[in-house]
């Protein structure tokens, strides 16, 4: 089952959430690069409990050094795929909810969650001396915000049967709910660090953040977002989209929308649908031509109901902009 992207168009570009994903990148290739000793790179940028507890091995950090952990740990990872895992989940989460803050808050909001979630592993494993590492912890309190900033939301995602993909909509309560609670039982089920895996800091990251953006949402900010999104502002929406057809009895015709943004209609474009029939989901592109006006209808032959003659009415989507 994997997440592609959620139903949320976000308005603005998220500038903060690409350049947190860059940097995690750039860090990791550096963390590659110490070869044989990026153990004692880890250890030391990472966030080691025993640092902090533990006076014989304290004296060797000063405090600088031990307190910068817990904003370092958050930007290494432990492979390739545990961070192309987390980058991945905070491209779907992130964008929306720095669309909704704005891109300063966002990124307070964001190391925010990453410090918290680092505090929570450190009072559930005192003794431990196994750096944690990871954005997950941050990542984890962006999903938190994401569930009350977006609760009726829904997660497309590929689940492949029998090597066919199958799109399904998961609404973002469930997808969300369903992964906390997987922490909660992994958690229950270890000693808070199982397998390298940071449990408490996924459960305190996922708390934390739906506590901060309660209360972030409330503060006033000097800056006007305004003024920021005359810059950030999107030209286009989702590559992908899923369209669900319909139609009145008698017409063989189905129709459904396909939504643009106004520089697309003008310049041109091309998207994939996905038209779900019962257990069937097909991926279907479609071109659109330049200078394309609002409510306009493009035809997709063959894909409406059975005519009584044996023959198939069309798809019509009719063309919305998204402003």
């Given at each position: 089952m994997l997440p592609l992207?959620?139903?949320?168009?976000?308005?603005?570009?998220?500038?903060?959430?690409?350049?947190?994903?860059?940097?995690?990148?750039?860090?990791?290739?550096?963390?590659?690069?110490?070869?044989?000793?990026?153990?004692?790179?880890?250890?030391?940028?990472?966030?080691?409990?025993?640092?902090?507890?533990?006076?014989?091995?304290?004296?060797?950090?000063?405090?600088?050094?031990?307190?910068?952990?817990?904003?370092?740990?958050?930007?290494?990872?432990?492979?390739?795929?545990?961070?192309?895992?987390?980058?991945?989940?905070?491209?779907?989460?992130?964008?929306n909810v720095e669309d909704r803050l704005g891109h300063v808050k966002y990124l307070g909001f964001y190391l925010a969650c990453g410090v918290g979630s680092g505090v929570v592993q450190l009072v559930f494993n005192l003794d431990s001396q196994i750096p944690t590492i990871g954005a997950s912890g941050a990542i984890a309190g962006v999903m938190g915000a994401y569930i009350l900033l977006y609760p009726h939301a829904k997660i497309l995602t590929l689940i492949p049967i029998l090597f066919i993909p199958w799109f399904v909509e998961i609404p973002a309560y469930?997808?969300?709910?369903?992964?906390?609670?997987?922490?909660?039982?992994?958690?229950?089920?270890?000693?808070?660090?199982?397998?390298?895996?940071?449990?408490?800091?996924?459960?305190?990251?996922?708390?934390?953040?739906?506590?901060?953006?309660?209360?972030?949402?409330?503060?006033?900010?000097?800056?006007?977002?305004?003024?920021?999104?005359?810059?950030?502002?999107?030209?286009?929406?989702?590559?992908?989209?899923?369209?669900?057809?319909?139609?009145?009895?008698?017409?063989?015709?189905?129709?459904?929308?396909?939504?643009?943004?106004?520089?697309?209609?003008?310049?041109?474009?091309?998207?994939?649908?996905n038209v779900p029939w019962g257990f069937k989901n097909r991926l279907f592109r479609v071109a659109v031509q330049p200078k394309t006006r609002e409510g306009s209808l493009l035809k997709l032959k063959g894909l409406g109901k059975i005519t009584p003659e044996g023959g198939r009415g069309d798809l019509l989507l009719k063309v919305v902009f998204r402003f």
């Open positions: 992207r959620d139903t949320i168009q976000n308005k603005n570009y998220p500038m903060v959430n690409t350049a947190i994903i860059v940097v995690n990148v750039l860090v990791f290739l550096i963390q590659m690069g110490q070869g044989p000793v990026m153990d004692k790179f880890v250890f030391f940028y990472g966030l080691v409990p025993a640092k902090f507890t533990h006076p014989a091995l304290s004296t060797y950090f000063s405090t600088g050094e031990k307190f910068f952990s817990l904003f370092s740990f958050m930007f290494l990872h432990g492979g390739f795929l545990h961070l192309l895992g987390n980058m991945w989940s905070l491209y779907i989460f992130g964008d469930f997808f969300l709910g369903l992964w906390f609670l997987l922490q909660i039982l992994n958690a229950a089920g270890s000693h808070g660090q199982m397998a390298g895996i940071a449990w408490w800091a996924h459960i305190g990251g996922f708390i934390f953040g739906m506590i901060l953006i309660k209360l972030i949402m409330n503060i006033p900010f000097p800056l006007k977002s305004e003024v920021v999104s005359r810059f950030t502002e999107r030209k286009k929406t989702h590559r992908l989209q899923v369209v669900h057809p319909s139609g009145p009895p008698g017409d063989s015709n189905v129709y459904g929308t396909l939504v643009l943004a106004p520089y697309e209609a003008l310049a041109g474009t091309h998207k994939m649908i």
